[in-house]
């Protein structure tokens, strides 16, 4: 009877382990069975996978700001739809979530201090007054959207900043360096910062570099009319969110050097490598691929190649919540037994974030007006993801490298728009990786009807 009692406590303790969990941690390498006989460099990936939302318990509450810019270059239909879509989003709220709504042009306006979103439609009245003039003031309007929020902050909200702008700071602080360090102090608060660029006239370099440091999302917006679709796609992912305030820590065993970290920027430290996320959004993966050296080994031999610890808070039970992992490689003189080890996905997902590093180096060449250079690296990126894709098997790369030799044939045509569009699937790929390559193909190899459209 005392061994029945202690096996359905022991059952019960671990059904609510699960059933608390908020987070899937899965660590795992390239090819997870080596040569033998000589050092290597491989790829381990590191992915966070948040659980579903359960739909019949309450959400976390949100605490937002949006930030419009109404600056005069956001006249006519873009601040119409502007200001629709911020109605949207407030009308999306709960009555107890907080909203606070701001503007900035030359200078900047607290239109609707932080307060519970129960006024919905005394909120929308104010944002439709909302009329442009002047500057652009960028980064004094996020910094007054925290403050707005920092009146409500709180470890067991979500706290976000929608930030929407046509165009190039000129007002305060304008690099994306200032911009940067706004992010990652805001990380620090549990704050993150959506960016969305209206237009080909903003800086994306700025805009992508605030959504980055503060592990938020970033869109670029061709037409006004898109504008309502973006943001009721933001507030999904405010609803979403299973998880905040995430640090992932590899220790790496002695003698495993780490080498880098593609498409994110951790601080590495001796055999320690570290990164903070903001949130972990449910049904989605955030990831990173870390490549490592590995030294030789014995037939036969195996060893423990890092240990993965990431701890958050869990947004269902309110509390810190700690998870770890420790992968090991093989060594073998058997080439089969090599070439079964390899983990199709864990590859896919390398390849794609090498592709990314690549496409930004592509950009840097363009910018310096290496045109000619430029398009070379693009198509040999292409012709790199298509022939992975041939022993991977995996649409994503056939779709990635589709728009790698479209914007390589593109790269001396209408710079600012494709620039911008290059930024945003760059971001896309390597911070918010849950999001397909889908979007981006369709908008670089538009429909058949698209096109009687255009």
Not at 53 to 81: E, F
Request: with cysteine.
């Amino acid at each position: 009877m005392k061994t029945f009692l202690l096996s359905l406590l022991s059952a019960s303790l671990m059904a609510g382990a699960a059933h608390a969990a908020q987070i899937e941690l899965k660590a795992e390498v390239a090819k997870s069975v080596l040569p033998a006989g000589q050092k290597h460099l491989t790829h381990l990936k590191v992915g966070l996978t948040g659980i579903p939302v359960n739909q019949d318990k309450p959400r976390t509450p949100v605490n937002l700001a949006i930030v419009l810019d109404r600056s005069g270059s956001m006249n006519g239909p873009k601040i119409d739809h502007a200001r629709s879509a911020a109605c949207l989003a407030v009308r999306s709220l709960a009555p107890t979530d907080i909203v606070s709504i701001i503007t900035f042009e030359q200078g900047v306006e607290i239109l609707v201090p932080a307060t519970k979103a129960s006024d919905q439609e005394g909120i929308c009245r104010k944002i439709r007054e909302i009329r442009t003039a002047g500057g652009t003031a960028l980064f004094a309007g996020v910094s007054k959207g925290a403050e707005e929020m920092r009146k409500f902050l709180s470890k067991e909200s979500i706290n976000r900043v929608i930030l929407l702008s046509d165009g190039q700071a000129n007002v305060g602080p304008n690099s994306p360096e200032a911009l940067a360090e706004l992010g990652s102090s805001l990380i620090k608060e549990g704050i993150s910062v959506t960016t969305i660029g209206l237009g080909t006239g903003y800086n994306e370099d700025l805009m992508t570099k605030l959504a980055e440091k503060s592990d938020g999302r970033h869109a670029f917006v061709d037409q006004p009319d898109q504008l309502t679709s973006i943001f009721a796609d933001e507030i999904n992912s405010v609803r979403s969110v299973v998880a905040q305030r995430i640090r992932i820590e590899i220790l790496c065993d002695p003698g495993v050097r780490p080498v880098r970290v593609l498409g994110r920027e951790p601080i590495i430290a001796g055999q320690k490598v570290s990164l903070d996320l903001n949130q972990i959004y449910s049904q989605e993966e955030k990831y990173l691929i870390l490549e490592v050296e590995v030294p030789n080994g014995t037939n036969g031999l195996t060893r423990d190649l890092a240990r993965v610890e990431v701890t958050y808070d869990n947004l269902a039970t309110r509390e810190p919540e700690h998870v770890n992992q420790t992968v090991a490689v093989k060594f073998s003189d058997n080439p089969v037994e090599v070439e079964n080890s390899v983990n199709k996905k864990v590859m896919i997902s390398t390849v794609t974030q090498i592709a990314t590093c690549n496409s930004a180096w592509a950009i840097q060449l363009r910018d310096k007006g290496n045109i000619k250079e430029a398009k070379q690296a693009l198509l040999d990126n292409g012709a790199y993801l298509s022939n992975e894709n041939i022993y991977l098997g995996s649409d994503e790369l056939a779709k990635l490298g589709t728009i790698n030799i479209v914007d390589g044939n593109n790269i001396d045509q209408d710079w600012e728009a494709n620039r911008k569009m290059m930024k945003d699937t760059n971001y896309n790929n390597s911070q918010t990786q849950g999001k397909s390559v889908e979007g981006a193909y369709n908008r670089r190899i538009p429909s058949p009807t698209e096109k009687v459209k255009k």
